[in-house]
């Protein structure tokens, strides 16, 4: 079994860091290749012969289990990076943005909700819970992915213009937002409506969030001891194997109490943040981030991806992925437009801040394979919210061309931070 998990593991990284390169040269993000790259292997192109003799059934838990390492350490990574202080920059502007960027989507998501439960009533063989499968509909659709839009803002040269910093904040914002609102579903979903088990879960959930504060603390102040007494980085000797010890025991003990492991590593991530200097954050994240994007993180899409068969998509499937993007890019693009105007954006700023509030992509689908996992959906769901979060995080570059033309009389694509300038004069 050893050699057919190595052979599979080789499969997947050639597979992925082709489709990757492919996308990366067309101006899209290479995650998204990754993805596509997945359901490649999958019954949709590959067909069920093909994926059940490459993945068979036996090594399929060994890739989720190196999968979820990564997605770990991923997660852990993105809270380390999450700097939700910027939101401070333009506090009524971000908190408007955020607000109606998350309220409009999901207000728009309940009443499809209400119409996909209608032919998604059971997933894996058990009925799902109607709350939490409305309440996870509408988070999936109100989700921005901040590492994909940092990418962008970088490529585009936005990351130090107004606008760009604003749409990082509301991002940064959203992405808090959408985590806690997905800890709450998945609390409804574990208790079955018993409210004596949601107590308990909250209550062992406020324990771990105390022990990831108390671990986090311990790390920083042990970093700024030996930062102190030694040099030559000896220091970074502790910090590495200490934050992942420490990052997969917090992993641990969120799954333990029924939230997803996700969590645990995130919030250790956002809580390091706040306890470890920012040399030490830069150095740790230069470490872990390279390996757990080129090898691990792929391992962990390739699951998913064997379970998307677009092939058996009906007429039924493809009105309701139409109406999931409706609703998803109105939702999103003219919650951020409206509120930009309001907040005095100029119309050009504000359907820039709404192309990129819509911008999903791996932070979606990491919540998508989470509510999955947690039975929240079934498979064909979870196939059209898949689509969906690839076309709209596909959408995002050349949405942002449009957006961002030159003024009537000049053709052809403008850097971002120059007609921003321009316009702010």
Not at 242 to 248: E, F, G
Not at 290 to 317: A, C, E, Q
Not at 387 to 405: D, K, S
Request: aromatic share 6%.
């Amino acid at each position: 079994m050893l050699q057919h998990t190595f052979l599979a593991i080789v499969v997947i990284l050639l597979v992925a860091r082709c489709a990757g390169l492919v996308f990366s040269r067309i101006g899209q993000p290479q995650v998204i290749g990754e993805i596509i790259g997945g359901i490649i292997l999958g019954p949709t192109v590959a067909g069920s012969a093909l994926g059940h003799s490459l993945f068979p059934a036996d090594i399929r838990p060994s890739l989720s289990v190196v999968g979820q390492f990564g997605l770990a350490l991923y997660m852990f990574t993105v809270g380390l990076r999450l700097n939700v202080r910027t939101a401070r920059a333009n506090p009524r502007m971000v908190s408007l943005i955020s607000l109606a960027s998350i309220a409009v989507p999901f207000a728009l998501a309940l009443p499809l909700a209400a119409f996909l439960i209608t032919h998604h009533r059971i997933a894996d063989g058990h009925p799902v819970d109607t709350t939490a499968f409305v309440l996870f509909v509408g988070t999936s659709l109100s989700i921005t992915a901040f590492p994909v839009l940092a990418r962008i803002l970088e490529e585009r040269r936005m990351q130090d213009t107004e606008l760009g910093a604003i749409a990082t904040a509301c991002a940064a914002v959203q992405d808090v937002a959408g985590w806690c609102m997905l800890a709450v579903i998945l609390v409804i979903a574990s208790a079955h409506g018993n409210v004596g088990d949601v107590a308990r879960i909250a209550l062992e959930s406020v324990g771990c969030v105390a022990g990831i504060f108390i671990l986090a603390r311990l790390i920083g102040t042990a970093d700024r001891h030996l930062g102190a007494n030694r040099s030559g980085g000896a220091e970074d000797g502790f910090l590495l194997p200490a934050a992942i010890v420490c990052l997969l025991a917090c992993a641990g003990a969120t799954e333990a109490v029924g939230l997803h492991a996700v969590f645990g590593a995130f919030v250790f991530g956002i809580v390091m943040r706040r306890y470890v200097a920012a040399a030490s954050r830069e150095r740790l994240s230069a470490r872990i981030t390279p390996i757990t994007r080129s090898t691990l993180l792929p391992i962990y899409f390739i699951i998913p991806g064997l379970s998307v068969n677009l092939r058996t998509l009906d007429t039924r499937d493809v009105v309701e992925i139409g109406l999931i993007l409706l609703v998803a890019c109105v939702g999103k693009i003219g919650g951020a437009f409206v509120s930009g105007r309001l907040s005095g954006l100029s119309s050009r700023q504000a359907s820039v801040m709404g192309v990129l509030m819509n911008t999903r992509g791996l932070v979606e689908l990491v919540v998508l394979q989470v509510g999955l996992s947690a039975g929240i959906i079934d498979v064909r769901l979870f196939s059209e919210l898949v689509l969906m979060a690839i076309v709209t995080t596909l959408m995002t570059q050349p949405l942002l061309t449009l957006a961002m033309r030159a003024r009537a009389g000049v053709r052809g694509e403008v850097e971002v931070g120059t007609l921003l300038a321009l316009e702010s004069r």
